[in-house]
């Protein structure tokens, strides 16, 4: 039998607990304590000499990289791609960032024993207060003449919103009124356009950072709002290892 990932352990070990102290009456204490959601440099260093004897690009072939071991498909859930293929391959900031929301999604027993020895429950430091904010307005650009008039057009993701908007080009260096084609694509990322399909209309490629699967989102050649991509269909999987797509 494979032995179970060390994340999924970790998450039952943390569930059974919570259920223990809430049988024990100790609910509404834990319903008051602060979240753990961030921790200090000094913490998180304390993790990685647990983890990784402080060896921030550590990679030894188990399936857990980086300072604070952390698996791929958890890295590319909780945006660390965005930095680096492998979380090894990620700077010491990078890979605290990313473990951040790690942190306030799964709490510190994503960590284990580690975590709790290090204190990372009890610590809601910033780790870098000076850290520019998160990216905002649109990202994710691609082009390509999506509306079938000939005019290369634009398409980006909001980041506020995870919605997908077309700029339709005027071809003359701007936009007409941009159309929403699309819902829910804070979720994907490293997006590409070429005619995939064959059928002389421009696709959209993307990879899902959850998954890592690669999927094409066929054009229909019209700006026709959420119709101007079709249903999308898995081309490929595994993509999470890829850090920038390009068409041909």
Known sequence: ????????????????????????????????????????????????????????????GNGYYGGLQIVLSTWNAYGGREYAAYPHQATKQQQILTAEKILAGQGAGAWGSCGAGAGLGGDHADPYPATPPAEVGMVRLAAADFTGDGKQDLAGVESGTGKLWLYPGNGAGGFGDRVQIGSGWGAMSELATADYTGDGKPDLLAVENASGNLYVYPGTGSASGMSTLGNRVQVGSGWGGMRELTAL
Do not use: Y
């Not at 602060?34 to 260093?45: K, Q, R, Y």
């Open 1 to 60: 039998m494979s032995e179970i990932p060390r994340t999924q352990r970790r998450i039952g070990t943390k569930t059974a607990a919570a259920t223990a102290l809430a049988a024990a009456g100790l609910a509404a204490g834990l319903l008051s304590a602060a979240p753990a959601d961030a921790a200090s440099v000094s913490t998180w260093d304390k993790v990685a000499q647990c983890e990784s004897t402080g060896n921030w690009q550590i990679n030894t």
